[in-house]
């Protein structure tokens, strides 16, 4: 029997996520899903092939048993300090006998900006159209079927280096599988976080993930501005693990158990005992230290975006505030710290409009990109035909019964 699936993958600097998902009717629901530790990736580039792709492999195999099917192709979110983003302005004259747009005139429009990619070792991941211009009239979002000479077009160019995408596929093809899609992280997080209100209207995404924090800024339904910040969950657990000499997976239970990002949010202060991983000489501690190691690190995060956005010019465009998500957002107290450094509106980013039948809990802020990576536009082509696993119960049954057929067979 055949069924519509679609199979996404985040590669992350603490973890590799895959989630299988059905699309039944209207409904998108996720039937599997796989999250293990990642091992040898760093800020979105691969450091160790090996590791990561005995990390997909095994992502991918438990979601696939869990959901039943076989899958042979996946979405996988990008990111990293490499990506690059360009804003490009191109235009066609107008041929037709009528001077009627059509969309083959945007899609010429589409192949100059193609040319940018042969140049700086980059592969265009997204062309993002920000306004079309007809004969000096712009602000139009679609253009085809318009009259006019001349098409012009204002694109964000989002480019990303051709060897951390090639590796990137690498480990995926090794591991058995191919990529069907590579999608910005960003803008796969806003698919599975924002409403078309906030798109519309403008609004900031702050994705905190393990290794770097991606934030885009939509307007007019449109991403407008995005950026990939080397500063992430994983400096909060580094300074927590050097304050008290301690591996850095304990210091990452620290951190999810006793965190907070600001001292404004503990309600009671109250002892930690602080044990390394053979449980050897204990330290004592309370949450309002754990608190002063942490607050430092986000808020130099915070106020490193709002610089960013000072320097763009773009504060304008957050009207209706920001929306922070990923795994760095679980940190209590990070909501009303983020509103007291913006000065804005601040609400924490969950992913909606999909149902869930796991074992784990993935409707969560730390699975947006993953979630994000299921409900790509139609332009992505993520549907993808895929039989059913046989169960082993039923196989050893068939096999039984075809050694019956076989023996009457003979008789």
Do not use: W
Request: aromatic share 4%.
């Amino acid at each position: 029997m055949s069924r519509n699936i679609v199979t996404a993958l985040d590669i992350g600097t603490t973890k590799v996520g895959c989630v299988i998902a059905e699309k039944l009717e209207e409904k998108l629901i996720v039937i599997g899903a796989g999250v293990v530790p990642s091992e040898g990736m760093s800020r979105g580039t691969i450091t160790n092939i090996v590791k990561i792709t005995n990390a997909i492999s095994e992502a991918v195999q438990i979601a696939s048993k869990e959901a039943g099917v076989n899958v042979s192709s996946l979405n996988i979110g990008v990111s990293g300090e490499h990506i690059q983003t360009i804003r490009h302005h191109g235009y066609v004259t107008i041929e037709s006998e009528d001077n009627e747009i059509k969309q083959s005139d945007v899609d010429k429009l589409e192949s100059e900006v193609r040319k940018l990619q042969n140049s700086a070792n980059l592969e265009i991941l997204h062309i993002i159209p920000e306004k079309y211009i007809i004969d000096g009239n712009d602000d139009i979002s679609d253009p085809v079927g318009m009259i006019g000479r001349k098409l012009e077009a204002d694109n964000n160019v989002v480019m990303a280096s051709i060897s951390a995408i090639a590796n990137l596929e690498r480990a995926v093809q090794r591991a058995g599988y191919s990529v069907k899609a590579k999608v910005l992280q960003s803008l796969a997080s806003s698919y599975s976080v924002l409403t078309e209100e906030e798109k519309q209207l403008g609004v900031l995404l702050i994705d905190i993930g393990g290794g770097t924090t991606d934030i885009a800024i939509f307007h007019d339904g449109r991403m407008k501005f995005n950026g990939i910040i080397g500063k992430a969950g994983i400096e909060i657990t580094k300074s927590i693990s050097d304050t008290f000499n301690i591996l850095e997976k304990d210091a990452e239970k620290i951190k999810i158990d006793f965190g907070f990002a600001s001292q404004k949010s503990i309600v009671t202060n109250y002892e930690v005992t602080i044990r390394n991983d053979g449980g050897n000489n204990p330290q004592k501690t309370d949450v309002s230290t754990i608190s002063q190691i942490i607050s430092p690190t986000i808020s130099n995060l915070f106020r490193y975006i709002d610089m960013k956005l000072d320097q763009h010019k773009i504060k304008k465009f957050v009207r209706t505030g920001i929306v922070i998500t990923g795994g760095g957002s679980k940190m209590r107290g990070i909501i009303d710290f983020a509103k007291e450094i913006f000065g804005k509106n601040v609400r924490l980013g969950i992913p909606r409009n999909i149902e869930s039948r796991v074992g784990i809990n993935i409707l969560h802020p730390e699975f947006s990109t993953l979630l994000g990576l299921i409900q790509n536009v139609p332009a992505f082509s993520v549907e993808s035909k895929v039989e059913q696993k046989e169960n082993k119960k039923n196989i050893v049954v068939k096999n039984i019964l075809d050694k019956i057929r076989q023996i009457f067979s003979e008789l």
